[in-house]
């Protein structure tokens, strides 16, 4: 299967600490996304990495990629009470494939 | 506000009974994804629409068919709904397929068959 998997499962954290979470998949990708899920609400996407690249940075957020690895990992700094969510990585594969597998998340809890 | 429109909200439905669930994508948007999570679960892939063909199957049930129309609105039938189908129904729309480019989430419509 494509679906990743994120690790921890969850993660609790104080305010101003960072946080992180790894993702690993299985197979050959196009690019890794992590997106954000608030409870019971739609998911949000936060950042796409292709194959080609290492890392990115948006704002507060880094994500690594390792493809001989197959694995990702999402680095939030400085956390906030706002940032409590589950966190997803979600794969695309290789071109003909057009599906995109979700794992099952991490969720973060950050303490004020 | 992602664009992606879903409807209804809630649904609530006795088992056997068929339900169907209703996707309007961004504009823009020629693919449109279904997607199941159950309580405190991951999301389960079901299908994928491209520019009104089925381009990718997952984990749907025989029971559960989709479709999406010229407008490019999609639907996805339910039926002989059990308890255990009982969950949140996702719909994402992206401009491609492929998951190359960033998917935009409607807010689910969540369905309890009792």
């Known amino acids: 299967s494509q679906q990743g998997e994120e690790d921890p499962q969850a993660l609790s954290i104080q305010e101003g600490e960072n946080a992180t979470m790894n993702c690993s998949y299985k197979?050959?990708?196009?690019?890794l996304q992590w997106y954000r899920q608030n409870s019971g609400r739609g998911l949000v996407h936060l950042i796409l990495?292709?194959?080609?690249?290492r890392e990115k940075h948006s704002g507060r957020l880094r994500v690594t990629l390792d493809t001989s690895k197959k694995s990702s990992s999402l680095l939030i700094t400085a956390s906030r009470a706002a940032d409590t969510a589950s966190y997803f990585c979600?794969?695309?594969?290789?071109?003909?494939?057009?599906?995109?597998?979700f794992g099952t998340g991490t969720r973060l809890t950050v303490i004020p | 506000d992602s664009g992606v429109t879903q409807t209804p909200k809630h649904l609530i439905t006795a088992t056997g009974q068929r339900v169907t669930l209703r996707c309007s994508p961004r504009?823009?948007?020629?693919?449109v994804y279904w997607y199941q999570q159950s309580l405190d679960q991951g999301l389960q892939f079901l299908i994928q629409?491209?520019?009104?063909?089925?381009?990718a199957k997952g984990n749907i049930l025989e029971r559960f068919s989709a479709q999406q129309f010229p407008d490019l609105h999609s639907e996805l039938n339910l039926s002989s709904l059990e308890l255990g189908d009982s969950a949140l129904y996702f719909c994402?729309?992206?401009?491609?397929?492929?998951?190359?480019?960033?998917?935009?989430f409607g807010q689910g419509t969540r369905l309890t068959v009792v």
């Open positions: 994402a729309s992206s401009k491609r397929g492929g998951g190359d480019t960033e998917a935009f």
């Open positions: 197979t050959s990708i196009n690019n």
């Open positions: 990495i292709r194959s080609n690249e």
């Open positions: 979600a794969t695309g594969g290789r071109t003909g494939a057009n599906n995109l597998f």
């Open positions: 504009s823009g948007d020629l693919s």
């Open positions: 629409y491209y520019n009104g063909e089925e381009r």
